[in-house]
């Protein structure tokens, strides 16, 4: 009989090494599936730095489990929209996914949508310093409270920028009357009602038509969701307002959780969370990019005068009414790294 690894594990000889040696050794292991074979949900395009980090986190944990946690990336919203992933998510049909903490998180945890209150951070200097200190470890400790796990370390999807197709914004005055398309999230909608725009809620997949059609004027995204969306075919000026950030907490479901040992929880974690931090460079990087990419297929970029829209919305009393939704322990927090708001 020829001598190869199928009949050296068939034998008996064969069997008694394996037994010698221990069924546990990493080579057999890899042979068989994965132990936690672990879905990761996400509403973004396969080649956005979020994906592709969190790729190369799986790939390093797979490898450093020896085989035995296997994540698998489903971009772009191919496990269902944002509210049927949460909704896996808590069911344990989904046991990971990055969630907007000023969007659909904020169903659920109301609090979390404390990042992206608007012209409140001033750079991403910022922004980090506080999700990476008090103001995120409070946010984590309410999501835990919800019953769900939460990595440490918040992904960045960059702050957000304002399209039009009739002029710049440049003051808070620019926007008066101006008919802008904004999610459904009450922050947008309390936001530019205080700037005197007219804000109207339209799904993300009719954002294109509705400003061809001009039933809006204008949007506001982060730069990537403008190149991808290819909305510079309809729109004229981007105005750089930075006027509110976002990111995604990756968040699992806690029967999975559990389900691995503390130590392979440890792995999952550093990976994740070191996986985080590179690509919140990568944002900043591609944003950076995508504006010298975006001027060249026409749209006329300008700078914005933030202080003035801090100005503005500190006469209309938003940040008053923020800190009453937030809570004076919340908006505290936040304004340990901000400075004073209200």
């Known amino acids: 009989m020829g001598f190869n690894r199928r009949n050296f594990l068939i034998t008996g000889t064969g069997a008694a090494v394996v037994a010698a040696a221990g069924v546990g050794g990493p080579w057999v292991r890899r042979a068989n599936a994965a132990e936690f074979a672990y879905k990761v949900g996400t509403n973004l395009p396969a080649n956005h730095p979020l994906n592709v980090r969190i790729q190369e986190a799986s790939e390093a944990i797979k490898k450093e489990t020896d085989g035995r946690v296997d994540l698998r990336v489903f971009p772009n919203n191919q496990l269902g929209g944002d509210p049927d992933m949460f909704s896996q998510l808590r069911a344990g049909a989904l046991e990971f996914y990055t969630v ?17 209150v608007g012209f409140a951070y001033k750079d991403y200097d910022q922004v980090f310093a506080a999700f990476d200190g008090d103001l995120g470890a409070h946010i984590r400790g309410l999501i835990g409270k919800a019953n769900l796990v939460v990595q440490d370390k918040i992904w960045n999807n960059g702050f957000r920028q304002i399209t039009t197709s009739t002029k710049p914004i440049k003051t808070p005055a620019d926007l008066q009357g101006m008919k802008i398309r904004v999610p459904g999230g009450r922050l947008w909608i309390s936001l530019f009602k205080a700037l005197s725009a007219a804000p109207a809620s339209i799904s993300f997949n009719e954002v294109y038509s509705s400003l061809q059609t001009k039933v809006v004027d204008g949007q506001e995204n982060a730069l990537a969701v403008v ?115 209200a």
Not at 105 to 110: A, D, E, N
Not at 240 to 256: F, P, Q
Request: hydrophobic residues 35%; contains cysteine; aromatic residues 10%.
């Open 100 to 116: 907007s903490g000023a969007n659909t998180l904020s169903t659920l945890v109301p609090k979390a949508s404390i990042s992206g």
């Open 227 to 341: 190149d991808a969306a290819k909305l510079y075919e309809v729109q004229k000026y981007c105005s750089m307002t930075n006027h509110m950030w976002d990111g995604y907490w990756l968040l699992g479901n806690k029967t999975a959780w559990e389900k691995m040992p503390p130590t392979v929880r440890d792995i999952v974690s550093k990976h994740l969370n070191a996986g985080a931090l590179k690509q919140r460079q990568d944002v900043i990087q591609l944003n950076a990019s995508l504006q010298k990419t975006l001027e060249g297929r026409g749209l006329a970029f300008n700078a914005a005068d933030a202080n003035a829209f801090r100005q503005t919305l500190k006469s209309a009393n938003f940040y008053t009414e923020q800190k009453q939704y937030f809570g004076d322990e919340e908006w505290s927090l936040m304004e340990k790294y901000t400075g004073k708001l």
